[in-house]
C-alpha cells in the first residue's frame, strides 16, 4: 500500500528536539523523516535513552519539534487529537488511585463534555471487549500491575482511536504479563481499525509486530521507508 503525506495519520518532517541550551543542550531526537498509515503496525526498537519516548512524545502532539514540523493530515488539527484520534499509554501507571477502574476508563470522555451515563456505558463496552468487566469495580492498588496496563488499553480503545502509540507499555511486566499486554494492544488496535506504534527494547515484543524501526543516540536509523521518506 501507497502512503503519501495527504492520508499519513501522522507525518514527522525533519522533526528534531533538544533539550536545553548551549553546552547544557541534548540532542533527545536528530533530524527525522517518517510517517504512520492506515492499519501500520510499527515496533520502534532501542536501548533506553535511543529517543523512542520524544519521538513518540512528538507523534502524540505532546511535545513540539525544536525544528522541523509534525503534522496529522489524516486527523486533522493538533487540537483534535484528543480524546479519540490519538491514544496514548504509558509504561508507568497512569490510574487515577481515587479511582475506579470504570472510572478510568470513562474519564477521558466525561472531560471531553459526554454525559456520565454515556460515558460509563461506553467504559463497560470497552472493558468488556478486553475481558476486564469483571474488574470494574475495583480500585487500582487493587489489580496487578498487568491488569492496569490492559485497562490502560481499554481506557484507549473507549475514544475509538485511528492511531495508538504505546511507550514502553511492557517495560514493567514480567514476559508473561507483557506477552498478554501486547495481545490486548493487537487486538485493540484491530477492533478499532487503528494503526499502532509500540516503542521498546524487547525483541519478544517487537517480534509481534510486522514493521521494526531502529533508533540509537537520537536517530531513526532503518525503517521501511525510502526516500523520499513517505515512498514505499
Known sequence: MTVTPVDALVLCEGA????????TATVALQRTDCLI?????????????SGKSTLLHLMAGLDDPTVGTVSWPGIGERSSLRPGPVAVIF???????????????????????????EAHRAARVALDLLDLLELREKLPEEISGGQAQRVAVARALVGAPSLILADEPTGQLDRTNGAAVVDVLLAAAAHAGAALVVSTHDPTVAERLPDVWQMHSGRLTTTDLKEPAWSR
Open 91 to 117: 509504561q508507568g501507571p497512569s490510574l487515577l488511585p481515587p479511582l475506579t477502574v470504570e472510572e478510568n476508563v470513562a474519564l477521558p470522555l466525561v472531560l471531553d463534555g459526554m454525559r456520565d451515563a
Open 16 to 23: 528534531a528536539r533538544t533539550y536545553g541550551r548551549g553546552s
Open 37 to 49: 498509515g492506515r492499519g501500520d503496525r510499527v515496533a520502534l526498537m532501542g536501548p533506553s535513552g
